[in-house]
């Protein structure tokens, strides 16, 4: 390790590595000093660059700001009667700072609006940068012919609010990393093949054919989905089902690519070719549903696609109506159509969206929900059904301990520190419940997976191991009975389902999990509908399904494994807790920073309260271009009420959303059992509709 | 007048001054982590 440093304000610690250290080991160190620890993300360059790319922001809004300030305080002399000469002298000064800092701050526009013209497109930063760019050269031409109107305070506002919301807009940006390339650490890179002679040689995963013999050792990821012909085993099938207990696998069962073997070696026979196997196919499903994520057009971007061509019709109007009016008095002409689009620059509307994104984003956080992507808050406002994912995500895939053998007071000690030494969920479950009194000497501690862990005490050997429904402990090789474990539900999962119907949304669960064990845990929690044994694929169409019909772009996938790693990136909005595999994370618009899922439906109250406030910063520049408009065209706008107007409506917009710290959401209480006094206020048929 | 030839340059310099110190904070990094000089203080390591 070259060195670790904790950042308090966001909450992260960033460790530098000679790449010997894996995330995992990092998480488990923290998680062993009593820090609850999370990865968020390893592209560390990615991140980089968008740290790069806010700072440039914040370095042209912080020039913006001096410029605007200063240009100001020149323009309220010159508006408060200085006349002739002085003004001119206040308009060459004003022009001489304008100028160099449009030039610099005004860049992040210039480039945007080059780019898209150079590909025959429109965007929002096309009028603003017209805009800034005619205000200013008629500014420069109206200082040197010592006419009144320059609109240098203008210009330079309109970039410092501007350069406000693209800043903001830029740390909302998504910190998203392709969910797919995560996956390749689970593929194996090559295969042992056995010979006709029954000698063994290796070869490229790429070159498997079908029907080809291989052997599999203890430790290895299957590389194709394959038969086993000859052994028997216990393998991790954590990435299809999603379950993390182990399950042993005899001859003619079959193995999907990715699996890992844990115990034994295998003899298995090629049933697919290595592009055609399970962990291909997930590969595939999630590049598909990740593609399939764009089909959403966030609404500052709609706002502007019919922004942008009114806009300039509207400015374009204005100069011929003025030049027919005034006889062909260009140059009153033109400066109408540029107080135009000075008036109707996008200022309120580009702050709109990102002051409530912004403003959202930090409550989550401060709730324990982590926001990957900004435009994933507009989604989850209008989920209508929540599918939930059973193992690790409704659980917390800990276990607790129900039954245990009785032991002496030296034993349970004994068994709690064996157990303490192994992060193997049935291990942690006894030792939590064992609970270690005293100091215990162990020796010889020695752990094999999927079979357990054993060590020397007090001169005898003591082991835990498989048992039939549980967990063995043995001394001495007499088995003192067994520990009997039931799965841990999440904390408040019953009170995040209770608050999501108290919004109108319905929850299932799909679980790639038993019949019996779904049962139990949907009792538990309060979720009446549920589906079991689904494999990945089935989980993708069922979310794709509920998304394009019942729920047309209403649902919300909540889940954390490989397995549920296609239908995160399939459905309309997702979230996973932090304790899920890299896949899920990658995928997952939302990540839970705590093991309660208490803070779902307070972010889908947020969700919607932010959305609600969105269109109502709409609204308000609406009315606002709805009075400045027509007072622009008729002429009657002047440097004074460009620049009033303009701050006023950006003021506005801030304000309405900074509403949004101050809303309590309601306070939800688990579905069943809740009786209709302690019903929050909430107005459940506006929540419908929403 | 005269007064409005030397004030002006000041309140620019002045300004200046505060834009470049602000700068200077970012490029150093001084945002990155606000609440962690306060409470770096309390851990012992």
């Known amino acids: 390790m070259v060195s670790a440093r904790a950042n308090l304000t966001l909450k992260r610690v960033v460790v530098r590595h000679h790449g010997d250290l894996d995330g995992d080991t990092i998480t488990q160190t923290l998680m062993g000093l009593a820090f609850d ?43 408060s009667g200085a006349d002739g000469s002085i003004r001119d002298l206040f308009h060459l000064i004003s022009g001489l700072i304008a100028v160099p800092v449009v030039a610099y701050s005004g860049r992040p526009f210039f480039q945007s609006a080059f780019s898209a013209l150079s590909v025959r497109r429109v965007n929002m930063d096309v009028p603003i940068s017209l805009a800034v760019l005619l205000a200013v050269g008629m500014s420069v031409f109206q200082t040197f012919t ?47 093949e056995i010979l006709g002679d029954g000698s063994t040689r290796a070869i490229p995963v790429a070159d498997i054919e079908v029907g080809m013999r291989l052997r599999l050792l203890p430790g ?51 049933e697919r070719l290595v592009d055609q196997s399970f962990l291909a196919e997930i590969s595939r499903m999630l590049d598909a549903a990740e593609k399939g994520k764009g089909r959403y057009v966030g609404l500052a971007d709609r706002a502007a696609e019919i922004y942008t061509p009114a806009v300039h019709l509207v400015a374009l109007t204005a100069f011929i109506g003025w030049m027919f009016v005034s006889g ?26 990102p002051v409530a994104h912004v403003i959202a984003a ?84 020695t752990e094999e997976p999927g079979i357990g862990i054993s060590a020397r005490w007090d001169g005898a050997s003591i082991a835990l191991g498989r048992g039939q429904s549980g967990t063995r402990l043995e001394v001495d090789g007499v088995s003192l009975g067994e520990a009997r474990f039931a799965e841990t539900v999440r904390d408040r999962a019953d009170e995040a389902i209770g608050g999501l119907a108290r919004l109108g949304v319905q929850a299932t669960i799909l679980s790639g999990d038993t019949d019996q064990a779904v049962t139990n845990i949907s009792r538990t929690v309060g979720i009446d509908d549920w589906r079991a044994k689904q494999s990945p694929k089935d989980k993708v169409s069922f979310v794709t399904t509920l998304s394009e019909e019942a729920f047309e772009g209403g649902v919300l996938m909540v889940g954390d494994g490989i397995n549920d790693g296609p239908s995160l990136a399939a459905a309309d909005v997702s979230i996973a807790p932090g304790s899920a595999s890299d896949v899920g994370r990658h995928a997952a618009d939302f990540v839970l920073a705590r093991p309660s899922l208490e803070a779902i439906p307070n972010a889908v109250w947020l969700a919607r309260r932010t959305n609600e406030i969105v ?18 065209v008729a002429g009657f706008v002047t440097p004074l009420i460009a620049a009033l107007a303009m701050s006023g409506s950006s003021i506005v917009v801030i304000a309405n959303s900074l509403r949004l710290s101050h809303m309590e959401p309601p306070r939800f209480t688990p579905a069943r059992g809740n009786s209709d006094e302690q019903a929050p206020a909430l107005a459940p048929p506006a929540e419908v509709a929403a | 007048m005269t007064q409005l030839l030397f004030l002006i340059p000041v309140a620019l310099f002045l300004g200046g001054l505060g834009l470049c110190a602000f700068l200077w904070c970012i490029r150093t990094g001084q945002f990155d982590d606000p609440d962690g000089a306060a409470e770096r203080i309390l851990h012992d390591d």
Request: proline letters at 3%; one cysteine or more.
């Open chain 1, 615 to 632: 269109l109502q910063n709409f609204g308000i520049a609406l009315i606002y271009n709805l009075v400045a408009v027509p007072l622009a």
């Open chain 1, 362 to 445: 930090s409550r989550l956080f401060r709730w324990g929900l982590l926001m990957r992507n900004g435009g994933a808050l507009e989604r989850l406002a209008r989920i209508r059904i929540a599918v939930f994912d059973k193992t690790g995500t409704l659980t917390s895939g800990q276990k607790t301990v129900v039954q245990m053998p009785k032991l002496t007071a030296p034993e349970r000690d004994a068994f709690a520190a064996l157990a303490g030494r192994s992060s193997h969920p049935a291990a942690m479950g006894i030792a939590a419940a064992l609970g270690q009194t005293a100091p215990v000497a162990l020796t010889h501690v």
């Open chain 1, 37 to 79: 620890a999370y990865r968020i993300e390893d592209a560390a360059s990615a991140e980089d660059d968008q740290h790069g790319r806010a700072r440039q922001l914040l370095r042209a809004l912080a020039v913006a700001g001096f410029g605007a300030a200063n240009i100001m305080l020149l323009s309220v002399s010159a508006w």
């Open chain 1, 328 to 353: 062909g008095d260009w140059q009153r002409s033109l400066l109408v159509a540029i107080s135009t689009l000075i008036i109707t620059c996008p200022c309120a509307l580009g702050l709109a969206v």
């Open chain 1, 220 to 270: 290895g990821r299957v590389p194709v989905d394959c038969c086993v012909v000859q052994g028997t085993s216990d393998v991790d099938r954590a990435m299809v089902t999603g379950e993390n207990e182990p399950m042993t696998v005899r001859v003619g069962e079959v193995l999907e690519s990715g699996v890992l073997n844990l115990t034994g070696a295998l003899e298995v026979e090629a």
């Open chain 1, 146 to 192: 010592s006419k009144p109107d320059a609109y240098f305070d203008a210009a330079v506002m309109l970039l410092f609010f501007l350069l406000i919301g693209r800043y903001l807009d830029q740390l909302m940006r998504a910190r998203a990393r392709s969910a797919v390339t995560s996956l390749s650490e689970y593929a194996a890179r090559d295969a042992i």
